[in-house]
């Protein structure tokens, strides 16, 4: 059973910076998008970043220009760079990757990590 593993995260103060691993833990074949999530309590997970294989990504409005996310296609890990980070940044964050799970890449799944915490203080 292949799992997110994530990595990264902690606790920085207003306009420091973090940085956010996710790996699959078996092998896989490849993605079709790997992406973070925030969620605070209280609220629903939403969208931080998201990146395609081929390289797009988008953002959520209030982390464009100060996050980056990252892929390396031939590892399946995705990486966001988290700098000039506020107190509203704060959360837990999850990674989510649709996996490719057969070598013709006609089945995939979604897979979500467990979740890390990220806090901001001012």
């Known amino acids: 059973q292949v799992q997110l593993v994530e990595s990264g995260g902690g606790e920085a103060a207003t306009g420091g910076s973090l940085r956010l691993s996710c790996a699959a833990s078996?092998?896989?074949?490849?993605?079709?998008?790997m992406a973070w999530y925030r969620q605070t309590p209280g609220s629903e997970r939403a969208l931080v970043a998201e990146?395609?294989?081929?390289?797009?990504?988008i953002y959520a409005d209030s982390v464009k220009g100060r996050f980056t996310i990252s892929r390396d296609s031939d590892k399946n890990t995705a990486d966001l760079q988290m700098n000039n980070l506020k107190p509203e940044d704060t959360g837990v964050y999850f990674c989510?990757?649709?996996?490719?799970?057969?070598?013709?890449?006609?089945?995939?799944?979604?897979?979500w990590g467990q979740g890390i915490q990220v806090t901001v203080s001012s």
């Open positions: 990146i395609r294989n081929g390289g797009s990504s």
């Open positions: 078996d092998r896989v074949f490849g993605f079709k998008s």
């Open positions: 989510n990757a649709l996996f490719y799970t057969s070598p013709s890449r006609r089945l995939s799944s979604a897979y």
